[in-house]
């Protein structure tokens, strides 16, 4: 036998499938089929050689197939934790002339405080803070612009509850806006809860020629609303 007879005679067997897949189905009209036999014998290849094709659409399909959706925000996302609103009127005290509302959105332990104030003295330092006990109630003095010293304001309101650090900047007399987030640890959620059983104090005040930066120059009882 040639070599070009013997080429011939292998080459349906080895190359049909995969790759000369379109080809073949369109390329084996029935008119070609010499005997009976031969036609049999080229439906069955044609026939094996489709199944083929079919399995490796199938998986080409399969392997460019979009990804699947990724799972819904509803099943992933944590429960939304609501953000409960509170604020103070702060009022005067020690003659200060000082006046101020805060505002208090928590979110779980995440605390952001608002304040609006006038009457602080420039250029000092004012300390801010929520004073009151775990799971009690504080009131601020009474009497508010009478003389109050450090320990009898503290008798009223408490221990420092949260400092409200950085403190207000007081560059300039008159109005100072001032907000700040606090993200809480487990102790500051235990020391101001309940909010509405505390109160905010801004201290600060010159007396006689001096300043003295516990003075109580502002109090105010925290509600909600
Ligand atoms: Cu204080």
Same mark, same amino acid.
């Given at each position: 036998m040639k070599r070009s007879e013997r080429s011939m005679l292998a080459t349906p067997v080895t190359?049909?499938?995969?790759a000369t897949c379109a080809p073949i189905a369109t390329r084996a009209p029935i008119a070609t089929c010499a005997t009976l036999a031969t036609c049999v014998l080229i439906y069955l290849l044609i026939a094996v050689t489709l199944a083929g094709c079919g399995a490796g659409a199938a998986s080409v399909t399969g392997a460019h197939r979009a990804p699947s959706p990724p799972p819904t925000a509803t099943a992933t996302t944590a429960p939304t934790v609501p953000t409960v609103h509170f604020t103070a009127t702060l009022r005067p005290l020690n003659a200060s002339g000082v006046s101020a509302t805060a505002r208090l959105d928590q979110t779980g332990n995440v605390l952001v405080v608002t304040l609006h104030a006038t009457g602080l003295e420039?250029?000092?330092? #004012?300390? !801010?803070?929520?004073? +009151?006990?775990?799971?009690?109630?504080?009131?601020?003095?009474? $009497?508010?612009?009478? %003389?109050?010293?450090?320990?009898?304001?503290?008798?009223?309101?408490g221990p420092i509850a949260l400092d409200l650090q950085p403190y207000p900047q007081v560059t300039v007399p008159?109005?100072?806006?001032?907000?700040?987030?606090?993200?809480?640890?487990?102790?500051?959620?235990?020391?101001?809860?309940?909010?509405?059983?505390?109160?905010?104090?801004? #201290?600060? !005040?010159?007396?006689? +020629?001096?300043?003295?930066?516990?003075?109580?120059?502002?109090? $105010?009882?925290?509600? %909600?609303?």
């Open positions: 190359r049909a499938p995969i420039p250029n000092r330092e #004012h300390y !801010l803070h929520i004073h +009151g006990y775990p799971d009690a109630t504080v009131t601020c003095p009474v $009497g508010s612009d009478g %003389a109050i010293s450090v320990d009898e304001g503290l008798a009223h309101v008159g109005a100072v806006a001032w907000t700040h987030t606090y993200r809480l640890s487990p102790d500051d959620l235990y020391n101001i809860t309940p909010l509405t059983g505390h109160v905010v104090v801004l #201290h600060g !005040l010159t007396s006689n +020629g001096s300043y003295n930066r516990a003075t109580f120059v502002a109090c $105010g009882q925290i509600q %909600a609303f």
